[in-house]
């Protein structure tokens, strides 16, 4: 972490001191980093005996429950499910901690009661471009593998930690690495020094790495390797500028009857291949394409995202949308509108 967050640290640690309701938000359809940064800092906030919350757009994936206990499952609010509930606590919160986005419009419906609070929010993340004039405090790192991590160095820097991971509640601990794993893709992206070092002395204050494997990768549906087969089989395509393309559509989504985060993942399989730059994924949803890009080094995702879909996010790890009919009408034309806008963005990058 930079010097100047360290000045930072004393600034937090009395903003947590100083306030009575605390809570914590994330982006939309949350990731293991947004729900596993969310439930660590759930837990230790309340280990320090604070009155706090963590606040979802959306529900979280079903290979991310085994965060969910039955100590702090009421302590969790979906918007989507219960939206008063979230707005309410948003609304009566003094402290609001902000987790793995950089900008408000990150939690969709929720930005609006965001920008009417005046509690004080921190943010905490590794996206690039924060919005940080809506903050009073920011703990922002592109070079860092999740917010997890970040969220990790952070903690340990805190009185109440003194520096050994052995101090953390269990669960945060857990919530951590989990985090951690999923936004490094099990340490294959995005790894630093400190990455490792966190896993290690995680790993040394006795959090269960076997656990969270089986949890997050081995628990699956058989239906989510079936689409995967499908989809590498018969959808994809490559076009002659080295871009890797996959679009699933409704009428798939129904058939095999795919839930929220089942297909995680998928877009990063392309990249296996030597002539494949970068991959893209396409997923419908009612009134738009959800848009998941990855690329190799040398080539921007986020660029393309930001260009073209309407996103953003990592360099090599973006997201985005095409809405339907305004940007295209069906699978069809989202594959042709792929293919041109590619081949201009892959030309312009020789
Ligand atoms: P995913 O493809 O896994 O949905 O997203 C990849 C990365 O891009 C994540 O870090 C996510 O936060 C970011 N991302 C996804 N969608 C958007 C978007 O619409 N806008 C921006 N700015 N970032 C996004
Ligand atoms: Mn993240």
Known sequence: MRETDRKDISTLDSLISAATKITTISHIRPDGDAVGSSIAMLSFLES???DACSVLPHNYPDALSFLVTDGNRKKILIHENNPEAAEVRLKESDLIICLDFNDFSRTDMLEKTLLESGAAKILIDHHLNPDTDKFSLVFSETETSSTAELLYQILMLLPQTGGDAGRLPALSATALMTGMTTDTNNFANSVYPGTLLMASSLLAAGVDRDAIIEN???SCREERIRLMGKMLFKKMKITEDGVAYMILDRKTIMKYGIKEGETEGFV?????IADVRMSIFLKQDK????VSLRSKKGTSANLCAKRYFNGGGHELA???RLMI?????SPREAAEYIRKVTHQFMKGNE
Do not use: A, Q, T
């Open 325 to 329: 009919p305004d940007d295209v009408r």
């Open 287 to 290: 009134d738009r394409f959800r």
């Open 48 to 50: 320090l005996g604070k």
């Open 268 to 272: 990063n399989m392309p990249l296996s």
């Open 318 to 320: 973006s997201g985005g």
């Open 216 to 218: 997050l990768f081995n």
